[in-house]
């Protein structure tokens, strides 16, 4: 299920990066030549990591997630630096926040589960847990 998923946000951006070269992509994202080629080297990243096992797409998830997660940052301070490079607008912004979120879940999914099964059975877990 989340390799499917990261399949499906890694075609988007595939789909957003090589669309915004064209036209401005729904009339309303205005994406500069860097954040189309940032989606485009997202999209194949997830792509990439997903063939591998299910670990990349854990992998993939956590690490672009933090990605969009500051650049939505940035944006929210429009740092400057950056400004020049990326789109740092409302739109833009909101994008980034949706796929920083949604990234983080997919990535923390597990970690989550295996949180609960140890609170579920502590004592069990706990004794594998100082065994090994």
């Given at each position: 299920?989340?390799?499917?998923?990261v399949?499906?946000i890694?075609?988007?951006?595939?789909?957003?990066g090589?669309v915004?070269?064209i036209?401005?992509?729904?009339g309303?994202?205005?994406f500069?030549?860097?954040?189309?080629?940032?989606?485009?080297?997202?999209?194949?990243?997830?792509l990439?990591?997903?063939?591998?096992?299910d670990?990349g797409a854990v992998?993939?998830s956590?690490v672009?997630?933090?990605?969009?997660?500051v650049?939505?940052?940035?944006?929210?301070?429009?740092?400057?630096?950056l400004?020049?490079?990326?789109?740092?607008?409302?739109?833009n912004?909101?994008?980034?926040?949706?796929?920083a979120?949604?990234?983080?879940a997919l990535?923390?999914?597990?970690l989550?589960?295996?949180?609960?099964?140890?609170l579920k059975k502590?004592?069990?877990?706990?004794?594998?847990?100082?065994?090994?």
């Amino acid at each position: 299920m989340r390799r499917n998923l990261v399949l499906l946000i890694g075609f988007m951006f595939l789909t957003i990066g090589v669309v915004g070269f064209i036209q401005p992509v729904l009339g309303f994202l205005d994406f500069k030549f860097t954040d189309n080629l940032l989606h485009i080297i997202s999209g194949l990243c997830a792509l990439t990591l997903i063939l591998n096992s299910d670990r990349g797409a854990v992998n993939f998830s956590r690490v672009f997630g933090l990605i969009y997660l500051v650049l939505t940052f940035l944006g929210a301070i429009n740092y400057l630096p950056l400004a020049q490079y990326l789109s740092f607008n409302g739109v833009n912004n909101t994008f980034h926040l949706f796929i920083a979120l949604i990234l983080i879940a997919l990535g923390n999914t597990q970690l989550i589960a295996e949180s609960k099964k140890l609170l579920k059975k502590p004592d069990l877990e706990l004794k594998k847990l100082l065994n090994s």
